[in-house]
T-cell receptor, first 112, second 111 residues
């Protein structure tokens, strides 16, 4: 399968714990995006990378969130000291330049 | 960025044609119109993109009038499996544009 893959698919954690998600984009894609989606809402932009450079970060993104894309390949999104409000589906997408996005199936996070 | 407006929900029946209209009154000259489809527990999937007039692929057709202030996604002969949320996005094809999603249109197809 050469699509975007995300791991894990589901994560249940307790409030205050740290969690890390991984995204493997389509190999030749230079852009990688992270979105967050809650029930009934569209995906909300969090941050994006062009190759290994993080070019933009949403102003809504708390300092507890950090993302990396070492060597311009896979990316990780870490949430520190999770809160119940962080419960959501975290989606990763990749693209070649500014062309159409290819999304992964997401990581569903539940914070208890 | 051009703001888009689309119906929150629509209902249809199997075999019917469904048309979902998106309004984007302040679309810019270099903006394209892109539609995505999202099934529950999956990420959105690209359906179709257009700039003007009509675009057709194996999944849908996209109609864009001359003033480009709206667009209509047309799904021919829908089936139960077309039940999904459909998002209309407007943005340029180049530069540092970040695709921005609204709430989309939730389409429910009934037997």
């Amino acid at each position: 399968d050469t699509g975007v893959s995300q791991d894990p698919r589901h994560k249940i954690t307790k409030r205050g714990q740290n969690v890390t998600f991984r995204c493997d984009p389509i190999s030749e894609h230079n852009r990688l995006y992270w979105y967050r989606q809650t029930l009934g809402q569209g995906p909300e932009f969090l941050t994006y990378f062009q190759n290994e450079a993080q070019l933009e970060k949403s102003r809504l993104l708390s300092d507890r969130f950090s993302a990396e894309r070492p060597k311009g390949s896979f990316s990780t999104l870490e949430i520190q000291r999770t809160e119940q409000g962080d419960s959501a589906m975290y989606l990763c997408a990749s693209s070649l330049g500014n062309e159409k996005l290819f999304f992964g199936s997401g990581t569903q996070l539940s914070v208890l | 960025l051009a703001k888009t407006t689309q119906p929150i929900s629509m209902d249809s029946y199997e075999g019917q044609e469904v048309n979902i209209t998106c309004s984007h009154n302040n679309i810019a000259t270099n903006d394209y119109i892109t539609w995505y489809q999202q099934f529950p527990s999956q990420g959105p999937r690209f359906i179709i993109q257009g700039y003007k007039t009509k675009v057709t692929n194996e999944v849908a057709s996209l109609f864009i009038p001359a003033d480009r202030k709206s667009s209509t996604l047309s799904l021919p002969r829908v089936s139960l499996s077309d039940t999904a949320v459909y998002y209309c996005l407007v943005g340029p094809s180049g530069g540092s544009y970040i695709p921005t999603f609204g709430r989309g249109t939730s389409l429910i197809v009934h037997p």
